[in-house]
């Protein structure tokens, strides 16, 4: 099984600072995808084949990486962009997902 | 617009068992692999089970293999997930999930049913 580590666990930032959030595979994986969730919420698709941005997804988002090492950033952090974002990937079965990073507005 | 609603969730006693149901609308159902993934409350996302899009074929991560069931009907648009041998860590939020073609990704969520697993 690949196991995702994500980094760091929680970050808080600013409104219009750059965040940054790592995603780590124990083996490479071809492909990282990403989700948004809010407290009480489901989670939503965020990001999907590593860079693109699922429907609705503001364009400060977006994502890069290759083999073990993903990353997704948000370019100016908005209030609206609090959440716990998990990374996730099906390269090889069974589909793991990270332990999530919790973003907080500082 | 897609939309993916599941019913059958409360509280049941270890060793119990419990179905799981989702009504999917607004796409083609039989097109598509669909999934079960979990939550344990203040916890993260865990993958349970997926089929194919005709049925023919299912996965499940060891943690739940033998004892839990995903099955669908194409002709109602439904999936199911017979849970059976019920333990206290499966107590979570069930996430009906429909999969991109490949498949690789959860592409639409349900909004979830709770599922507790308590004496």
């Known amino acids: 099984e690949i196991v995702l580590t994500q980094s760091p666990t929680t970050i808080a930032a600013s409104p219009g600072e750059k965040v940054t959030i790592t995603c780590r595979a124990s083996s490479s994986v071809s492909y990282m995808y990403w989700y948004q969730q809010k407290p009480g919420a489901s989670p939503k698709p965020w990001i999907y084949?590593?860079?693109k941005l699922a429907s609705g997804v503001p364009n400060r988002f977006s994502g890069s990486g290759s083999g073990t090492s993903y990353s997704l950033t948000i370019n100016t952090m908005e209030t609206e962009d609090a959440a716990t974002y998990y990374c996730q990937q099906w390269s090889s079965t069974p589909p793991t997902f990270g332990s999530g990073t919790k973003l907080e507005i500082k | 617009e897609v939309q993916l609603v599941e019913t059958g969730g409360g509280l049941v006693q270890p060793g119990r068992s419990l179905k799981l149901s989702c009504v999917a609308s607004g796409f083609t159902f039989n097109n598509y692999w669909m999934s079960w993934t979990r939550q344990a409350p203040g916890k993260g996302l865990e993958w349970v089970a997926s089929?194919?899009?005709?049925?023919?074929?299912?996965y499940y991560p060891d943690s739940v293999k033998g004892r839990f069931t995903i099955s669908r009907d194409n002709a109602q648009n439904t999936l199911y997930l017979q849970m059976n041998s019920l333990r206290s860590e499966d107590t979570a939020t069930y996430y009906c999930?429909?999969?991109?073609?490949?498949?690789?990704?959860?592409?639409?969520w349900g909004q979830g049913t709770l599922v507790t697993v308590s004496s």
């Open positions: 084949d590593t860079s």
């Open positions: 999930t429909r999969m991109t073609p490949g498949p690789n990704w959860f592409a639409y």
């Open positions: 089929i194919t899009n005709s049925g023919g074929s299912t």
